[in-house]
């Protein structure tokens, strides 16, 4: 008896394990059989019974497209059936996507964010006018926040007034303007205030918690 046990090293290898080795021996049986009408019966029993492994996938639309897919591919795309769907092709479906193209942006002010020269772009692309300027102002002043995120000292308007200029391509001049930015106080009052309620939020359900347990 121990001379017949099994191993799974020694087995044959499961091209989807997630169906188990019962189905894949099934797929063996079918690809052993001689006649063309005996394969395609025992192949729709094995499209039936992947079926049941996976009811909640039934109304999903082209599961049975996907069942003898799965079929085919399990069979190492060695197995002479006719499928409703047609024999797919092994390079299809082993096919890999092209990767991706990331961009590689390499901003010289990255305390900005990347983000910040696609805003810059749209407000030059803008015509002149009140909304123009409402958006200038308000790049401008997230450009501040940002320096003020990374640089927790003070930052003059100039300073920002300078980097959306270059950032620009000297499209956008502020430096001439009246109107100043926000000040620093305000920009950091949201952060702050928003992080006191998250503490707060979470000290009251603390307390409220021990009510309910004493």
């Known amino acids: 008896m121990i001379d017949n046990l099994e191993y799974n090293t020694e087995r044959e290898h499961l091209i989807i394990p997630e169906y188990g080795r019962h189905l894949q021996k099934m797929i063996n049986y079918a690809r052993s059989r001689e ?20 009811p909640h996938l039934r ?9 003898w897919d799965q079929l085919f591919i399990m069979a190492d795309f060695d197995i002479d059936v006719d499928s409703p769907y047609g024999k797919p092709s092994k390079e299809d479906i082993q096919a890999r996507p092209e990767p991706l193209k990331y961009p590689q ?16 772009d749209v407000a030059v692309s803008w015509e002149d006018g009140d ?9 401008a002043n997230h450009m501040k ?13 100039d300073v920002i007034f300078d980097h959306l200029y270059e ?14 930015l926000s000040d620093a106080n305000s920009l950091m009052r949201s952060k702050s205030k928003y992080s006191k309620n998250n503490s707060n939020k979470k ?3 603390k307390y409220s918690n021990n009510r309910k347990r004493y």
Not at 35 to 43: G, L, S
Not at 59 to 67: A, G, I, N, S
Not at 131 to 139: D, M, S
Not at 170 to 175: A, F, M
């Open 35 to 54: 006649t063309k009408e005996e394969r395609n019966k025992v192949a729709k029993a094995i499209i039936s019974v992947m079926g049941n492994l996976q």
């Open 59 to 67: 109304d999903v639309p082209d599961f049975q497209h996907k069942l």
């Open 105 to 120: 942006n390499h901003p010289k002010y990255r305390f900005y964010g990347n983000n910040i020269k696609t805003m810059i």
């Open 131 to 139: 909304l123009k300027e409402a958006l200038t102002f308000t790049i």
């Open 145 to 157: 926040k940002c320096f003020l995120n990374w640089n927790k000292d003070t930052v003059e308007d």
């Open 167 to 180: 950032l620009s391509g000297g499209k956008i001049n502020l430096k001439n303007v009246d109107e100043d």
């Open 203 to 205: 000290g009251k359900k």
